[in-house]
């Protein structure tokens, strides 16, 4: 790295935390602190790299007592090939994770009211709810799973979290994940905005079928969410020590 791009890299850096840090942007608001898992306490951290923390899987018998354990009443086997190619797509995403031969898919039925839900279950099992998948375009079911994969690497702070019912810190879970997927996606080569139409899509369905979700307030706001998208990607675009982790840029 020539000392021209470290310049640059060090007043971007400095830049981005200034703006976050301003009037209009209290220095602890959830952008700031979901982005410093990524960049750091100050403007010489290295870059944040998917590849170097990714977590270990979870062993294979442990995935076989998770999905031994799932719930056969509601499970779709049978898809129809717009649903089955949906679930193709995402191929790209678990390879970038080395999580194609790990994650498991599990469709359900959504009942006795309509839901759009997707979450991954003990590290193991990606459930996905029938609305879900047919609601969402392949790139914003591609962004889901990839904020999904996103919480392997907060897994035990999520879980601390809930446990405490830190509303806050998993808010900013929440982001760090959404920063996660957005780092996924550029290496894929999808539009990161992929994942902010996906959250706001569900939250709209959601919001119609079933009302207010009694969970809201564990979830970042719409423009939280999307003021960090454009924060994490302005990030992931200036140059940062050491090899480029997000293979956007090749």
């Known amino acids: ?14 830049i981005l935390i200034t703006l976050l840090c301003s009037a209009n942007a ?4 959830l952008v700031d602190s979901a982005l410093r898992f990524f960049v750091g306490n100050d403007s010489s951290t290295a870059g944040f790299e998917l590849d170097k923390s990714r977590p270990q899987p979870v062993p294979p018998d ?24 949906k679930l193709d797509s995402l191929g ?26 997707i ?15 047919n609601l969402l375009t392949a790139p914003e079911l591609q962004a889901s799973i990839a904020h999904e994969i996103g919480h392997e690497y907060v897994w ?16 900013e879970l929440e982001l760090i994940c959404d920063g996660v997927a957005i780092l996924t996606m550029r290496r894929a080569g999808i539009d990161p905005a992929a994942l902010v139409t996906a959250t706001e899509k569900i939250a709209r369905f959601n919001a119609s079928s079933t009302g207010p979700s009694g969970n809201a307030h564990r979830y970042p706001s719409d423009s939280e969410r999307r003021r960090f998208a454009q924060v994490i990607i302005a990030w992931a675009d200036s140059p ?9 840029r090749n």
């Open 156 to 171: 035990a702070e999520y879980v601390d979290a809930a446990r405490r019912n830190d509303d806050r810190r998993l808010k």
């Open 1 to 14: 790295m020539t000392f021209q791009q470290r310049t640059f890299y060090t007043l971007a850096t400095a």
């Open 119 to 133: 979450g991954l279950h003990q590290r193991a099992v990606l459930l996905i709810s029938d609305i879900a998948l």
């Open 62 to 85: 442990f995935r076989a007592s998770v999905l031994a354990a799932l719930p056969k009443e509601g499970r779709i086997t049978k898809l129809k090939e717009p649903q089955r190619q």
């Open 92 to 117: 790209i995403v678990l390879r970038s994770h080395q999580r194609q031969a790990i994650y498991e898919f599990a469709i359900y039925e959504s009942a006795p009211k309509p839901f759009a839900f």
């Open 26 to 29: 209290h220095s602890q608001n």
């Open 240 to 248: 940062r020590p050491g090899p480029p982790s997000t293979g956007g």
